[in-house]
């Protein structure tokens, strides 16, 4: 229970801290915002500081903080290290910088935010691979409520059913200007994804004598394998899976819809910080409450979390009925229906803005909303009918690889405007450059890549080898090219 308390407190420290100093090397302007300058009444919006952070929190939040919390939790109570670190250090930094590097470039799509300071190539790659991710976002915030909907609901009503249903939604709050849907209703649901978190915490804590919080540890816990050399690894397993909860590059989607409604640049700490920092302390209780309902002191440890198949809506399901009885339980679900929904649907309002930003369409246009939309639905429909767990394994390995290349955006944008100051690159480059070894490791072992995962201790080796050789390679392009600049 102390290891819980000491990461919450670390937490919040660490907005009030590391977010200070995030702040001030960025150093916000006074003057006109997008919103206020491009005022258009269906995305550049003027809003209000709080509705702008519970709708910043509801966006990037969904099941992220959640399901891969869950996930994570089967690797034991070291995912705690994980979900605070990178909060504080990466994922937080990596929000506020896509989001104000956005604000200053009028509000712009992240595609054109890194192609600016990254160069025409990737310029070109992060559109189709935004988009992708984007649009694979949307298809797992859809599937997932879906079936948490059809589980609480008689057996005629199917998920395929509530897929569809989910599907007009978004279509809806794709097209409509963003103080329709989105202004009116996400600060609600955004205070409901908030009230959900601290009655599962609340509830496990109630039954910490039979449930008790685990206190951290640095040893692979995940269960259900024969040997070390056979256990799922920490590193890179572990990051990829737990991405919402600790850094994510679908946040980096989210930042400019609501970089174009921000009446101030001072205000940009407390939405894009500050809501990652709400997120990883969402993940931070689902994980520790996962890890105290599921753990078993017999030696199966969390198997009952891996039979269920991890951070799904099985474990969900279980733990709010476990914890905190029927009404509660129906009550926390609503909580984790409705928040992936509200993600889904920003995701694919998202991949739209990046087409039109790509492709300079009037955004003013029912009829061209409704021409881009389109298509963006069906694709995502038709990729709904994939197996679930694969859309998640790519969509992970993606979202992370997506955060790297921001990463490193940012840091380039800041050598830019701190030319005397190059050492300030580094709160973005020293993030960039782990997350690049993450990702590189991850192409190289995962199945759904190189697979050198299955040649055991060999392939498990070359991976780490080949990851850390990225990393170095990305590092070292930075630094010569930032050293190279007048």
């Known amino acids: 229970m102390i290891s819980f308390f000491v990461a919450l407190l670390l937490l919040i420290i660490g907005y009030f801290t590391y977010g200070a100093l995030a702040e001030r090397i960025f150093k916000p302007q006074d003057g006109p915002t997008p919103a206020i300058k491009n005022a258009d009444g269906v995305d550049y919006v003027p809003l209000s500081t709080p509705k702008a952070f519970l709708i910043q929190l509801l966006n990037i939040a969904g099941l ?30 990596h929000d506020y910088l896509s989001g104000m590097i956005s604000l200053r470039n ?16 990737m310029h070109n790659v992060m559109r189709v691979f935004s988009i992708l991710l984007l649009v694979m976002v949307g298809v797992v915030f859809m599937v997932g409520p879906a079936g948490l909907l059809a589980r609480l609901t008689p057996d005629w009503l199917s998920t395929r059913l509530f897929v569809f249903i989910i599907l007009i ?6 097209i409509l200007p963003v103080d329709k849907i989105i202004g009116k209703f996400y600060p609600l649901f955004g205070i409901l994804l908030i009230l959900m978190a601290i009655g599962i915490g609340a509830g496990t804590l109630i039954h910490s004598a039979e449930r008790p919080l685990m206190e951290f540890t640095f040893k692979n816990l995940y269960p259900g394998t024969l040997d070390a050399t056979s ?29 174009r409604c921000l009446r101030s640049e001072h205000d940009g700490r407390r939405i894009f910080y500050g809501a990652m920092v709400a997120e990883g302390i969402i993940a931070l209780i689902w994980a520790a409450a996962a890890i105290a309902f599921f753990w078993n002191p017999d030696g199966s440890g969390l198997l009952a979390l891996k039979k269920i198949g991890g951070g799904n809506s099985g474990a969900v399901y279980e733990m709010c009925v476990g914890l905190l009885g029927n009404i509660g339980g129906i009550i926390a679900m609503l909580g984790v229906i409705v928040c992936p929904i509200t993600s889904g649907d920003t995701a694919f309002r998202s991949a739209r803005m990046t087409i039109f930003d790509w492709l300079k369409l009037d955004e003013k246009k029912l009829s061209t909303r409704l021409l881009v939309t389109t298509p963006l639905l069906l694709t ?9 767990s694969i859309i998640w394994r790519y969509f992970s390995w993606a979202n992370q690889t997506l955060a790297m290349i921001v990463l ?6 800041l050598v830019k405007h701190n030319i005397k100051q190059k050492y300030v690159s580094l709160m973005a480059a020293a993030p960039a450059t782990f997350m690049s070894a993450v990702s590189f490791t991850y192409l190289i072992y995962a199945p759904e890549c190189f697979n050198l995962g299955a040649r055991g201790e060999l ?3 070359i991976s780490y080898a080949g990851g850390l050789l990225g990393a170095i390679i990305c590092a070292a392009i930075f630094w010569l090219k930032a050293y190279r600049r007048k």
Do not use: R
Not at 68 to 77: K, M, R
């Open 169 to 174: 939604y978004y279509f809806l709050a794709t």
């Open 459 to 461: 392939g498990l080796t």
């Open 106 to 121: 009028n509000g712009a799509s992240i595609a054109e935010v890194t192609g600016k300071y990254l160069g025409p190539f």
């Open 408 to 413: 490193w955006a940012g840091a380039v944008f």
């Open 231 to 259: 256990t799922p690894p920490i590193w890179p397993l572990m990051f990829i899976t737990v991405a919402c909860g600790a850094i994510s590059g679908f946040h980096a989607t989210q930042s400019p819809i609501m970089a």
């Open 380 to 388: 995502g429909l038709f990729i709904s009918f994939l197996d679930y």
């Open 64 to 93: 992220g903080p959640i399901f891969g919390a869950i996930s994570g939790a089967l690797w034991g109570p070291c995912v705690y290290l994980w979900i605070v670190l990178g909060t504080i250090l990466a994922g937080a930094v």
